[in-house]
């Protein structure tokens, strides 16, 4: 990939890096923390509780102490970041966001400080191309808050909102179509920060940059989305390139990585005449997420991508922090050459952090 680098000092610590005008590549994980699970992502109290943003930010704060403990510069945070902030029948919260104005901007200088990029990935049910007005108005509402809160954190452009486009409603051109003339419709602040992502069974990558070509809207390369849907043979090089180019100069780019499962599926099935329970072994699901990032084939896709845009990789593998901190003690094996463009030191890879799970609630 582009840029000369960053490269560690023995001095600096496995994972520490020296400065150089390009900044290393971030690794980042989605919403749980595994390595210490005592770390909430979000307030999940029901309603009756009384749940607030403050309370999600003061859990937010914590998980970036761990961040830093770690060296991890990106980061997920819950979509449900504030409960009930959109809800239609409790207007009780819905003034949560700009009654925490103050702690957002206290949060996300933290992050500023410590360079983590933050993003949000709205629910499925974040819908734009649905032809039920309601649920675009409702899914609009969504994402208006959650930029709202990108903004008074002072987030800059690379803190983004990542959807899918969508259901297919009988019509995938139709619905594709849709969600083309939602898009110049949308508040600004949702606008500015709305990215479109590939998916692994209705809107693969040719979609999506169908779309793009019709309104400009800026693309997430899923790796393994792209292997599971892609009816037209879309060559990998090329299509990756033509997804980082959506994105702005001066604004890095991300993409998404994660590996297929590959163990049997273990299905419940109850017996309707004795009701007698078993277990049954099922081939694996390719658009299922493992636990960690194979090594091998990531390394792999990081070569083939070799002279392209430099681009942020948010993990989603289901061991979340874990994966991510595998992956840094696999690159310096398998890609010695490419693991300094992490900031990670090639000779040092048994000095980083090797986390067990820690006993504490899921």
């Known amino acids: 990939m582009g840029g000369r680098g960053w490269f560690a000092t023995k001095e600096a610590g496995p994972i520490m890096a020296t400065p150089d ?6 690794l980042g994980f989605p919403v749980k923390v595994l390595g210490q699970p005592d770390l909430k992502s979000n307030d999940a109290r029901k309603w009756r509780s009384g749940p607030h943003l403050r309370v999600s930010l003061e859990y937010l704060g914590a998980i970036l102490g761990y961040l830093d403990k770690h060296a991890i510069r990106m980061y997920r945070m819950s979509s449900d970041l504030a409960p009930y902030a959109t809800h239609p029948d409790m207007p009780q919260f819905h003034g949560m966001i700009r009654e925490c104005a103050g702690d ?13 990029r933050l993003s949000f990935h709205p629910s499925q049910y974040v819908i734009l191309n649905s032809p039920d007005p309601k649920l675009t108005a409702k899914s609009v509402a969504d994402l208006v808050a959650q930029a709202e809160m990108l903004d008074l954190m002072e987030q800059g452009p690379e803190a983004v909102l990542v959807i899918h486009v969508g259901g297919t409603y009988g019509d995938r051109f139709s619905s594709r179509r849709r969600w083309a003339e939602t898009y110049p419709t949308l508040p600004e602040p949702v606008r500015r920060r709305l990215v479109l992502e590939n998916d692994d069974i209705r809107f693969g990558a040719g979609d999506v940059l169908a779309i793009h070509e019709a309104i400009g809207v800026r693309l997430i390369f899923d790796h393994q989305h792209y292997w599971c849907l892609n009816p037209e043979g879309l060559d990998l090089r090329e299509t990756l390139a033509k997804f980082l180019a959506t994105w702005p100069a001066g604004v890095r780019p991300k993409l998404h990585y994660s590996s297929p499962r590959t163990e049997f599926r273990e299905v419940k099935r109850k017996d309707r005449k004795t009701g007698k329970a078993t277990t049954a072994l099922l081939p694996p699901i390719w658009t299922g997420h493992a636990d960690f990032v194979n090594p091998i084939e990531f390394t792999t896709f990081l070569r083939l991508a070799a002279g392209l ?5 948010m993990l989603e593998a289901k061991a979340k922090d874990l994966a991510l901190q595998r992956v840094r003690r696999d690159l310096p094996r398998f890609a010695p050459e490419i693991a300094p463009r992490f900031g990670i030191d090639p000779l040092a890879a048994d000095d980083l952090d090797d986390v067990e799970i820690e006993d504490g609630e899921d």
């Open 21 to 26: 005008p390009v900044p290393p590549l971030r």
């Open 104 to 116: 957002l901007r206290e949060v996300g200088q933290i992050a500023n400080e410590r360079g983590v």
């Open 309 to 313: 845009p430099d681009f942020d990789v």
